[in-house]
C-alpha cells in the first residue's frame, strides 16, 4: 500500500471509529432515558447519586475517546490524556467551584438583572474555568515531550475540560441529591461536550503559543475568548421559553428552550475544533506543514504572565459587578413613606399595606411595612397582640420567640421575633415554616411595623439586606 493509501484507509478508519463512538454514545443515552421512562429506578438517596456520578464518569469518558480518536497523526499517551482529565477534574473541585460558588457566591446574585448574569457568567464563571484548563494543560504537561504536535494543545484543553464538566456535573447530581436518571442524563452530556470543546479552543491556543512565533496578546486572548463561550453557554442554558432568566442552581435542570441554545452553540464550537484537528493532520499527513521554528521557547513568560494578569482583571471586575449587584437598590415613596429596598426584589404590596416586597428569585425573604392605628404610646407591646390575631388567618400556628426594646432614631421601638407555620397554597402543598422579625416603631398614635419574614436557612443573609432596608426607612 502507498503512503497516500495509507493515509486515505487512516483518514477512513478514524471516520469509522468516530462515527461509532457517537454512535455508542448516542445509544447509551438513549438506553438510560428510556429506562427511566418505562422503568423508573426506585434509587434513592446514596444509590441515586453513586448512579449519577458513574453516568458522569461514562459521559466524559466516551466524549474523551471521541476527540481522542481525531488525533491520528501522532496520538497522545492515553495515560498521560487520562492524567490531564483527573488534574482538571481535581483543580475544578478543589478551587474552581468553590472560588465561584463559594468566595464569590456567584449563584446568589448572578440572576438578579441581566448585566449581573452576562458579566458574572463571563468574569467569574467563565474566566475561572478557562484559568483552571490553562493551568491544567500549562503547568502540568505543557513544558514535556509529550506535547510536540499543534493538535496536542487540543487534545490536552478537551481533557482538561472534561474534567472541569465532570466537577460541575457531580456537583449537579449532590446538589439535587442525585438527579431524575433520564433528564439528567441528557442535560450531563450537553455540558460534557460543550466544557470539552471550550477546553479544545484553550488548548487550540496552547498549541500554537508554543510551537509557532505568536504575539504576546495570543494566549491572553484565547483565555477571554474562552471565558466569553463559557459565559454565553451558562447563559444560554438558563433561557425560559419565554426569554427570561431562569435562577440559576446547579439542582434544576434548564427548560428545553436553554437545552437547545446551549446545546447549539456547543455543537458549533466542537464542530470548529474538529476541523481544526482535521486540518492540522492533513497538513501534517501531506508534509505541507512548516516544521516549527527551532529557537521557540519553552515557556513563553511575558505570555504567561499577561495571562495571569488578565485572570486576575476578570475577577476584579467579577467582584465590582458583584458588589454593584448586591447594593443596587429600588427607591419608593408611597404615602409619606421613602425609602429604597434590594433591586432584585419584586413589588407584590396588598391593599391593607404601605410596601410589601419580596426576593422571587432567591430567597423568598419578604420586607413588609404595614401601619396599625390607634395605638396608645404608653402600651407599645400591645400592637404584639394585634398582629398575632392579625396572622392567625396566615400560620397554622404562631409563636413569639423574642422581645428587646430598642430606639429607632430616637423613637421607642420594639424588636419581636416570631415564628410561623405558614398553611398550605396551591403551590406549597406542605406546611412550611418562617421566621420572622417586626419593628414596632411608635409614631403618635399609631405603630409603624417593618416585618421580615425568611426561611430559617436564608435568615441570617436576608437579615443584613433587612437592615439596610431599615436604615433607608423615613416617614
Known amino acids: ?33 428510556g429506562l427511566d421512562a418505562v422503568y423508573p429506578p426506585r434509587l434513592t438517596g446514596l444509590g441515586l447519586i453513586v448512579v449519577g456520578i458513574l453516568l458522569a464518569l461514562v459521559l466524559a469518558g466516551l466524549w474523551l475517546v471521541f476527540f481522542y480518536l ?4 501522532e496520538p497522545e499517551p492515553k495515560s498521560e490524556v487520562v492524567r490531564i482529565f483527573v ?31 452576562i458579566l458574572g457568567a463571563i468574569f467569574i464563571a467563565g474566566a475561572v474555568e478557562a484559568f483552571i484548563i490553562y493551568t491544567t494543560v500549562r503547568y502540568f504537561i505543557y513544558h514535556t515531550s509529550q506535547f510536540n504536535e499543534r493538535t496536542d494543545g487540543v487534545i490536552y484543553g478537551v481533557a482538561a475540560g472534561l474534567g472541569y464538566a465532570t466537577a460541575l456535573n457531580v456537583q449537579f447530581i449532590l446538589s439535587g441529591s442525585g438527579a ?16 470539552a470543546a471550550f477546553g479544545g479552543v484553550l488548548g487550540y491556543f496552547l498549541g500554537r503559543a508554543k510551537l509557532e512565533h505568536e504575539p504576546v496578546w ?9 471565558a466569553v463561550l463559557i459565559g454565553l453557554f451558562h447563559m444560554l442554558r438558563s433561557q425560559l421559553q419565554t426569554g427570561r432568566l431562569l435562577p440559576g442552581t446547579v439542582a434544576h435542570l434548564p427548560s428545553f428552550t436553554g437545552l437547545l441554545l446551549s446545546g447549539v452553540l456547543a455543537l458549533v464550537v466542537a464542530l470548529v475544533i474538529i476541523w481544526l484537528m482535521r486540518r492540522d493532520t492533513v497538513l501534517a499527513l501531506s508534509g505541507r506543514r512548516a516544521a516549527p521554528p527551532a529557537d521557540v521557547a519553552f515557556g513563553d513568560r511575558v505570555a504567561n504572565w499577561a495571562v495571569i494578569g488578565l485572570f486576575i482583571v476578570c475577577l476584579i471586575v467579577g467582584g465590582l459587578v458583584w458588589d454593584r449587584t448586591e447594593h443596587r437598590t429600588t427607591a419608593f415613596d408611597i404615602n409619606g413613606f421613602r425609602g429604597s429596598y434590594p433591586a432584585h426584589f419584586s413589588l407584590v404590596t396588598r ?20 401601619v396599625i392605628p390607634d395605638v396608645q404610646p404608653t402600651v407599645p407591646r400591645s400592637v404584639i397582640s394585634q398582629l398575632a390575631a392579625l396572622r392567625a388567618t396566615e400560620y397554622d400556628s404562631y409563636r413569639v420567640l423574642d ?6 432614631r430616637d423613637r421607642p421601638t420594639l424588636e419581636h421575633h416570631f415564628a410561623g ?42 437579615e443584613s439586606l433587612f437592615i439596610r432596608f431599615l436604615g433607608t426607612l423615613s416617614f
Open 1 to 33: 500500500m502507498t503512503a497516500s493509501g495509507s493515509r486515505t484507509y487512516m483518514r477512513r478508519g478514524v471516520w469509522r471509529a468516530s462515527v461509532w463512538t457517537l454512535l455508542v454514545l448516542i445509544l447509551f443515552v438513549a438506553l438510560v432515558v
Open 421 to 462: 407555620v405558614e398553611l398550605p397554597t396551591p403551590e406549597r402543598t406542605i406546611p412550611h415554616l418562617v421566621e420572622g422579625v417586626d419593628y414596632i416603631i411608635i409614631d403618635g398614635n399609631r405603630a409603624i411595623v417593618v416585618t421580615m419574614l425568611a426561611d430559617p436557612e436564608t435568615y441570617a443573609t436576608v
Open 218 to 226: 495570543w494566549l491572553p486572548f484565547g483565555l477571554l475568548l474562552t
Open 403 to 408: 422581645i428587646q426594646e430598642r430606639q429607632w
Open 351 to 370: 391593599p391593607d399595606e404601605i410596601l410589601r416586597v419580596v426576593d422571587v428569585l432567591e430567597t423568598q425573604a419578604q420586607f413588609i411595612i404595614s
Open 87 to 117: 488534574i482538571g477534574l481535581a483543580l475544578a473541585g478543589a478551587f474552581g467551584l468553590p472560588l465561584v460558588q463559594q468566595v464569590f457566591r456567584l449563584p446568589e446574585w448572578q440572576y438578579r438583572d441581566l448585566t449581573a448574569t
Open 70 to 73: 481525531q488525533d491520528r497523526f
Open 180 to 195: 431524575a436518571i433520564g433528564a439528567g442524563t441528557v442535560y450531563m452530556a450537553g455540558v460534557t461536550l460543550a466544557h
